[in-house]
């Protein structure tokens, strides 16, 4: 199943990457590596492009924007269904001139058609990505999650879109709940759209990566909240759990990198270090509580079969992730490094 890309010679451990710049092609900041070089950034591959996300507004969205906003688009087109979100985020680039704001739905196929015109790239991050709430609703995560990816890649093949990368989740690898099953039924809608491109020249890609450190509504926000308000001891449902820890930096490299180096149907996976949570909860300087697990919750979440968040050899200490959860999430990071799988 699993086919490696970006191996690096002098390194043994992945994490290795991510933590010294090196960035897995040319090995330029790789400690291992005689005469090793300082790190360089990037060729914009997007100067001439237009460039589109759904969900443009959410965690990765808002991210994505202020990484461009260092070396701008031709065009950035934030597609999703809050203004006062678009409204925000305007204020936060500085209403730049090669933004442009679409209000819209996934599951509204001919608003999509509109947004789509002479776009290039189309990062699809739109999802209901609440476990509880897809638990609960989960007629609402099929029309978002998996009809509105088929509303993607129908809009894209009509318009003619360059390259289409779906940003998934953990949750897709082995799922045990509705919002895991929906994203891997989209997971296999835009690989499996390749078979059908025809003659066009179009590109339907996968990034699949774990928890995002402070994305909208995971952990990290919701605990300093209650720290806010004033909590005793901070929930866990076992003590037991890990998860992996990306930080929103490193996610957004790994999305440009797949963007550069997608051929069409690949799941890119990177190699990403693990935490405990009650790590998590004392790097936060917190005691904790265990409140049982929750319906739909998994001890270890898995990236691929065979790499899950417990057996990890990577994983970050208390220390660690003190300095992880004080980064500025959306500074310039280096390229952080892939695992490619390509699904049969």
């Given at each position: 199943m699993s086919e490696i890309g970006s191996v690096c010679p002098y390194t043994e451990k992945c994490m290795t990457f991510i933590m010294t710049g090196c960035d897995g092609t040319n090995?330029?900041?790789?400690?291992?590596?005689p005469d090793a070089q300082e790190p360089v950034k990037p060729v914009n591959q997007f100067k001439d492009k237009n460039i589109l996300v759904t969900g443009g507004t959410g965690s990765f969205g808002s991210a994505f924007a202020k990484?461009?906003?260092?070396?701008?688009p031709e065009k950035l087109i934030i597609f999703s269904t809050g203004w006062e979100r678009q409204d925000a985020l305007r204020n936060e680039l500085g209403n730049p001139t090669w933004a442009r704001w679409f209000i819209g739905n996934v599951r509204d196929y001919d608003r999509l058609y509109q947004a789509f015109e002479d776009v290039d790239i189309v990062i699809h991050a739109a999802a209901i990505k609440c476990i509880e709430t897809c638990e609960k609703d989960p007629e609402e995560a099929l029309k978002t999650n998996v009809i509105g990816t088929q509303n993607v890649i129908r809009a894209a093949l009509n318009r003619n879109v360059g390259k289409v990368l779906l940003i998934s989740t953990d949750k897709a690898c082995e799922p045990c709940n509705t919002y895991g099953a929906s994203k891997a039924l989209a997971e296999r809608l835009i690989t499996n759209a390749n078979n059908y491109k025809g003659s066009k020249d179009v590109r339907f890609s996968v990034v699949?990566?774990?928890?995002?450190?402070?994305s909208n509504g995971s952990v990290i926000p919701k605990w300093r909240k209650m720290i806010a308000d004033g909590v005793n001891e901070?929930?866990?449902t076992d003590a037991n759990?890990?998860?992996?820890?990306?930080?929103?930096?490193?996610?957004?490299?790994?999305?440009?990198d797949a963007l550069n180096k997608m051929r069409g149907g690949e799941v890119y996976i990177p190699r990403i270090p693990?935490?405990?949570?009650v790590d998590l909860a004392a790097a936060l300087g917190m005691p904790y509580k265990v409140i049982g697990i929750r319906p739909g919750e998994k001890i270890h979440e898995s990236l691929e079969p065979g790499y899950d968040s417990g057996s990890n050899p990577e994983f970050l200490n208390v220390e660690q992730i003190k300095e992880l959860i004080g980064e500025d999430q959306y500074a310039y990071a280096p390229k952080a490094p892939m695992q490619i799988s390509k699904l049969s």
């Open positions: 090995h330029q900041g790789c400690p291992d590596k990484h461009l906003s260092i070396d701008p699949r990566y774990g928890n995002v450190i402070g901070l929930p866990v759990m890990t998860r992996f820890f990306y930080p929103m930096q490193d996610a957004v490299q790994f999305v440009i693990s935490i405990r949570i």
